[in-house]
């Protein structure tokens, strides 16, 4: 992540940090419930787009927002933070939770976005037999094995003694953040939201590693079924975090 520049930007009184590098037509990033694995994937999309990841309001490097508390919050905060940055048209990516804040942006202003891209998201029902895992429940020591398909793909990232106090802080505030936003993993969905998809008409790309534990590969048919114009791709040998897995997922969204 060493090119990749950082602001700060005051979004209605709270910081909010934004990474950006590359040039060219602009790709949004927004990442899950989780930031420890970094973006450094999102440096092969750099060489053809100006990518730009924001950290969610409680994540990473971004001040937390106690006043949000639902997913509709961070649609109107990403609002005004593309105002800010001037983006009037852009592809947007979103992964995980930030695939349900993505495709709840996109719903409601869809003129904004050229393309979408899902990549293993949370935010519809899905069918019982499918049940998105609540991963707030899930002891910090299960992760690792949870979330992808080769569990050092995160240990790698975590610290090899006793962690930081800094780093402790950091992932104390993420989860605490993320347990508000999702109901303490009760809220992984939006009931609504598969009655307004029809209007996701831009092109669309679902995308899934195929030994994802967290959101079940097999979510992705009922994705497509409700999705006007979507594509899927699914990649071998990658879980919930494809993008850090596979280089070809990643690829295939720059080409995409």
């Known amino acids: 992540m060493t090119h990749f520049t950082r602001r700060k930007l005051k979004i209605n009184g709270t910081d909010t940090v934004v990474l950006e590098a590359g040039s060219g037509p602009p790709l949004v990033y927004l990442h899950g419930a989780g930031t420890v694995t970094g973006f450094d994937f999102a440096e092969r999309w750099s060489r053809t787009f100006r990518v730009i990841i924001p950290y969610h309001l409680g994540f990473g490097a971004s001040a937390d927002d106690p006043a949000i508390d639902d997913i509709h919050d961070y649609v109107l905060h990403y609002l005004e933070l593309f105002d800010t940055l001037e983006l009037r048209q852009f592809r947007l990516v979103g992964q995980s939770m930030g695939g349900f804040i993505a495709t709840k942006f996109a719903v409601e202003h869809g003129s904004r ?6 990549v293993c998201p949370i935010g519809i029902p899905v069918p019982p037999g499918q049940p998105t895992v609540n991963f707030l429940a899930v002891p910090p020591e299960e992760l690792p094995a949870l979330l992808a398909y080769d569990p050092q793909t995160v240990v790698k990232h975590l610290p090899a ?21 999702l109901g303490e993993g009760k809220r992984t969905f939006d009931a609504k939201l598969p009655r307004y998809l029809h209007r996701l008409t831009m092109p669309t790309l679902l995308v899934w590693g195929k030994q994802d534990k967290l959101t079940p590969t097999a979510q992705h048919e009922t994705w497509a079924k409700a999705l006007p114009n979507a594509k899927v791709r699914l990649f071998d040998k990658a879980g919930h975090l494809v993008l850090d897995e596979s280089a070809a997922a990643v690829d295939a969204i720059a080409a995409f």
């Open 161 to 181: 003694g006793a962690p930081p106090p800094e780093f402790i802080a950091e992932r104390v505030k993420e989860a605490t953040t993320a347990g508000r936003v």
């Open 113 to 118: 976005i050229e393309k979408l891209v899902l």
